[in-house]
C-alpha cells in the first residue's frame, strides 16, 4: 500500500479526502483499524491538517461506517425470506447478540469497538436483532469515541517522536493481541468458577 499516495490525495482535497480514506479503510484496508486512527492523529501534527477538525472527520466515518453495518443488519432482518429459526446463522449469531445486552445490559456492547472483527459484527447484529437505532447509538458510539480519542491522541502526542514506524506498529499489535488474549483468558476462569459453583 503507497501511502504517499493517500498523503498527496489528502493535500489536494483536504478533510473530504480524509473521511473517505478513514470510511473506507475502516471496512477493506489491511492494517489494523487501530492503525488509521493513529494515523489521522500523526497527519492533525503536520501543516495539513488541524487536531480539532481531524477528529471530528475521522469520527464522521466511524458514525457512517457503524450505521452503514447496522442498517444493512436491518434490511437483512426485514427482508430475508429464509426462515428465521437456528438453521440461519446470522439470525442465531444477532439472537446471542440480543441475549448478551439483555444479560449485562449496555456494558456489554459500549466496549465493542476496542475489539477487532467485534465493532464490526455488534452495529450488524444490533440492526439485525431489531434493537432500536438510537440504542445502537448511545452504546456504540460511545463507546468509538473513546477508542478513537485514545488513538488519536497517541498518534498527536507521541507520533512525532516515533522514528521506525514498522517496529512500532509491530508492537501495538503483540499489545493488543496480548489484551485480547488475557481478557479471553479471564473470562475462561469466570466461566469455569460459575460452572463450578453450579455444580456443588
Known amino acids: 500500500m503507497d501511502y504517499f499516495i493517500f ?29 488509521l486512527l493513529m494515523s ?12 480539532i477538525p481531524t477528529f471530528l472527520v475521522l469520527y464522521s466515518s466511524i458514525l457512517l461506517h ?5 442498517i444493512i443488519g436491518q434490511v437483512v432482518y426485514n427482508h430475508s425470506h429464509i426462515d428465521k ?11 446471542k447478540g440480543r441475549e448478551l445486552l439483555e444479560q449485562y445490559g449496555l456494558k456489554a456492547a459500549s466496549f465493542s469497538y476496542f475489539f477487532p472483527f467485534i465493532r464490526h459484527a455488534v452495529p450488524f447484529s444490533m440492526g439485525m436483532s431489531g434493537v432500536s437505532y438510537r440504542l ?14 485514545i488513538y488519536f491522541l497517541i498518534g498527536f502526542y507521541y507520533g512525532r517522536s516515533i522514528t ?3 517496529t512500532f506498529i509491530q508492537h501495538l499489535i503483540y499489545s493488543l493481541a496480548s489484551v485480547v488474549i488475557v481478557v479471553i483468558v479471564f473470562q475462561s476462569l469466570k466461566r469455569k468458577k ?5 455444580m456443588l
Open 164 to 166: 521506525d514506524w514498522t
Open 40 to 51: 489521522g492523529g500523526l497527519l492533525a501534527t503536520t501543516k495539513l491538517l488541524d487536531p
Open 66 to 70: 457503524g450505521t452503514l453495518l447496522y
Open 7 to 35: 498523503i498527496d490525495f489528502i493535500r489536494q482535497y483536504g478533510y473530504i479526502a480524509l473521511f473517505f480514506i478513514v470510511a473506507i479503510g475502516l471496512f477493506f484496508f489491511p492494517v489494523p483499524n487501530e492503525i
Open 136 to 149: 445502537f447509538a448511545i452504546v456504540g458510539f460511545s463507546s468509538a469515541f473513546i477508542w478513537l480519542g
Open 194 to 198: 460459575q460452572r463450578q459453583r453450579r
Open 85 to 95: 429459526n437456528k438453521q440461519f446463522i446470522w439470525y442465531s449469531r444477532a439472537e
